[in-house]
């Protein structure tokens, strides 16, 4: 799957993007109320997945914005974003996508990252955990390349904030780490400038309606059916072009599981 990119295009994973089709709730953005980095191993002590005092760096640090796994030299750098969803005044269900930009590594031979977004609901606070915590929900793996250029990516997130708001969560989290079970022998990626500077950071852009209201009019009825009816081809089948929306579940295909979503948004 593709999508426009600030300088080149981009190939996704079928998990990643679905495009909006409601109605506006009027620009509304979401801005990173907290963020830090943590720095596992090498001379920030031992090497071991968990974040402790001699590893944590809330805002600022010389190695703000960036992700790395080098298991052969016992080092790991994780970033995590946190927004406060206490202000946020919309009904759900919400349509929502997390905005970011990444660049590659920038040490020749050094292979691809694979770049793992996890999100959790979570405090107020950045707190130690954050970086570890748990239950925590792969939302999606992107692939950047050594040296590529910064490249803009937009990742559905509608499941995981609906999710928040009807648990009452004072916040919900992104973690950015490399893949944890990568077997190459070290990579990189960078946000595009310092995750402390606001400019930099992801947000989060929501809009009003059902993630099943594909063709935007503020409703699920049988127009958006007819669609679905479609894109529909079963586990595994993949997604048709223009079919995203549908993949309601963000599994990589459109089957009985989207359409007990798309069954129970539906308004007639």
Known sequence: MRIKAIIQTSVLVPILIRPFGGPALGDVRIHAA???????????????GFADHADWYPDACNYA?????VPLHGMEQRVVFKYDLSELAAETPVQAALHLTLRGGTKHGMPDAEVRVYSYVTGPSLVLSDFHDGPAVL?????????????????????????????G???????????????ETGSQAFLYGPDFQMPFRPYIEV????????DGDGDVDLIDFGGFAGCLLGPGGGIDTDCDCFDLDDDGDVDLGDFAVFQAEFTG
């Open 65 to 69: 914005g960036s992700m790395a796994l």
């Open 34 to 48: 907290q963020t830090g980095t943590m720095l596992d191993g090498s001379i920030f002590g031992p090497f071991d």
């Open 207 to 214: 809009q009003e309606g059902a993630p099943s209201d594909c």
């Open 169 to 183: 969560a004072e916040a919900i989290a992104f973690r950015l780490q490399i893949d944890p079970d990568s077997e």
């Open 139 to 167: 939302r999606a793996s992107v692939a950047v390349p050594c040296f590529q250029p910064p490249t803009a990516f937009v990742i559905e997130i509608s499941g995981a904030l609906n999710d928040a708001l009807a648990a």
